[in-house]
């Protein structure tokens, strides 16, 4: 069974101090990684698709890396805007047809204190 | 502007009532999707379809229906059979293939009176 576990739960940081949020996975075969944004009573904006171990995407503040166990989230000089629930999702290589769903983790809920 | 619009944006259901969530999209995608999340859970999937007139049960589709007569729209049902259907529901659609990141709406508050 494919199983996402992000941590930690919740982040309260400073304006400026950077962290890193991470995404632990257990998948059969990784087909992709996703990194989602979600707002209170919003639906999750799509950040980023990693595919392989080694593979880094950046945005803005945000920079995703992955290797074959877990995924960073980086975030650099956060400001409060930056301030969501961020989600992680796994899409297994046994999944048929490429449209199956996604596996996703319980977020992590990070506040950005002026 | 393409995107993905579900309504209502709060619903009430009573006791022993069939309750339907709708979702429309213009993003030309193939493949939808219905998540059920709950306060302190991971997103969950309900039902998927990948073609019109074609559907499959996700891992929590029990008291859940679908139907997908259009490839823009792609409605659920939540049923009296469904026990705590008290959740934030969520829609999404994707192209089909590898990869492709599935686009989420902004969801349906579902609450019991």
């Known amino acids: 069974e494919d199983q996402v576990t992000q941590s930690p739960e919740a982040l309260r940081l400073q304006e400026g101090e950077s962290s890193s949020l991470n995404c632990s996975y257990t998948?059969?075969?990784?087909?992709?990684l996703f990194w989602y944004r979600q707002d209170p009573g919003k639906g999750p904006e799509f950040l980023f698709t990693?595919?392989?171990a080694g593979e880094e995407k950046e945005k803005e503040r945000l920079k995703a890396t992955l290797t074959k166990k877990e995924s960073f989230l980086h975030i650099t000089a956060p400001k409060p805007e930056d301030s969501a629930t961020y989600l992680c999702?796994?899409?297994?290589?046994?999944?048929?047809?490429?449209?199956?769903?996604?596996?996703f983790g319980k977020g992590t809920h990070l506040i950005i204190q002026p | 502007d393409g995107g993905i619009t579900q309504s209502p944006k709060y619903l009430f259901r009573k006791e022993g009532q069939n309750v339907t969530l709708s979702c429309e999209q213009n993003l030309n995608h193939d493949a939808m999707y219905w998540y059920r999340q709950d306060p302190g859970q991971g997103l969950r999937l309900i039902y998927y379809?990948?073609?019109?007139?074609?559907?499959q049960k996700g891992d929590i589709a029990e008291g859940y229906s679908v139907s997908r007569e259009k490839k823009e729209s792609f409605p659920l049902t939540v049923t009296s059979a469904q026990k705590n259907p008290t959740a934030f529901y969520l829609c999404?659609?994707?192209?089909?293939?590898?990869?492709?990141?599935?686009?989420f709406g902004d969801g349906t508050r579902l609450s019991i009176l």
């Open positions: 379809s990948q073609i019109v007139n074609d559907f």
């Open positions: 990693l595919y392989s």
């Open positions: 999702a796994v899409q297994a290589e046994d999944s048929g047809g490429g449209a199956d769903g996604l596996t």
């Open positions: 998948v059969s075969g990784l087909r992709g």
């Open positions: 999404a659609s994707s192209h089909v293939g590898e990869d492709q990141p599935q686009h």
